[in-house]
């Protein structure tokens, strides 16, 4: 565990993931189906912002609960490979798990078991220590860091989330948005209702900025005190997309690292966008993560191409 301060905290989110290569995100027909080899992975989003941070450089420190069961010792033997500075409660329901559908696109449908009842709660003693001393968190939408809240605007820290595929609606992910200083959802469950909630995130909560990602068709972002919503387009990958998992994660990453280091939000885009393209050249859930140096050159072809 490391004594000096944490550049980020990432709170909740870790689990296993199993990878089923299918032909086609449907039912086919009969009762069974030969696959290629299903794969289990360390992953779920909390994982991934975490692992996408300590693969950029930031001093990252990642809690959460964990089961004591096979998932759980295979995410702490994962951690304590990669050098991931993590600590956890042990929860007496188990670790997380998700079923991710792959097809030959890199498009997913994930079932994920939410586990955790919705009156868990991180133990203040617990987390408290670790938030004193960072110097931003990102709180994944897993409901047991949503009491952390209060103490994250007492100690004036900046904060991030990620909605998903938020409908606009569910209060569960409604208090995160509203609570956060960065957010960032997908676009792909808002329709034509999509500047509408990314006003309303704004108006009604604290946000700097809402960017809603939107895969191939790249991303939109408002800041606060724009009156508009600004399109991105998508980066060209410069790599065969096999695996959109975790795509999502490393735009999130690459994008505050770059906010962090003081640069202007078209810049942020760029890094997002060039990170997720990244994610989607590797096969499984958080399998490998661009670093600072391939970063950096990548947003440079990329901005050369533009």
């Known amino acids: ?9 990432v ?3 870790t689990g296993v993931d199993t990878i089923v290569r299918v032909d086609a995100l449907e039912v086919p027909p009969g009762d069974s189906l030969f696959v290629p080899p299903v794969r289990d992975y360390v992953g779920h989003t909390g994982n991934g912002v975490a692992l996408g ?6 001093a990252t420190k990642f809690i959460d609960f964990l089961g004591e069961d096979v998932q759980g010792r295979t995410v702490l033997a994962a951690y304590a490979e990669q050098g991931l500075d993590f600590s956890h409660v042990v929860s007496p329901h188990g670790t997380p798990r998700g079923i991710n559908l792959v097809d030959p696109q890199g498009r997913r449908f994930s079932f994920y078991d939410g586990r955790h009842p919705a009156d868990l709660r991180l133990p203040r003693p617990f987390y408290l220590p670790f938030l004193e001393r960072a110097r931003h968190v990102h709180l994944s939408i897993v409901g047991h860091n949503r009491d952390m809240y209060d103490d994250v605007h007492r100690l004036g ?4 989330t990620d909605l998903h595929d938020w409908d606009g609606r569910n209060q569960h992910h409604r208090d995160y948005a509203l609570a956060s200083d960065y957010v960032f959802l997908s676009a792909a469950a808002l329709g034509d209702r999509r500047d509408e909630v990314m006003h309303r995130i704004v108006d009604d909560g604290r946000a700097r900025l809402v960017v809603a990602t939107a895969g191939a068709e790249g991303c939109h972002l408002l800041v606060r005190g724009e009156e508009k919503t600004r399109h991105f387009p998508a980066v060209r990958p410069e790599r065969p997309v096999v695996d959109s998992n975790g795509a999502g994660d490393a735009f999130v990453t690459a994008f505050l690292h770059s906010l962090f280091e003081g640069r202007d939000v078209d810049e942020c885009v760029l890094a997002g966008s060039v990170a997720g393209a990244f994610a989607c050249g590797s096969a499984g859930t958080h399998t490998e993560f661009i670093g600072p140096t391939e970063l950096r050159a990548a947003c440079a072809r990329a901005a050369h191409d533009g």
């Open 157 to 160: 820290i900046t904060s991030s």
């Open 11 to 13: 709170v909740g989110g």
């Open 53 to 58: 941070w300590h693969a950029l450089g930031l």
């Open 1 to 9: 565990m490391s004594d000096g301060p944490y550049d980020v905290l």
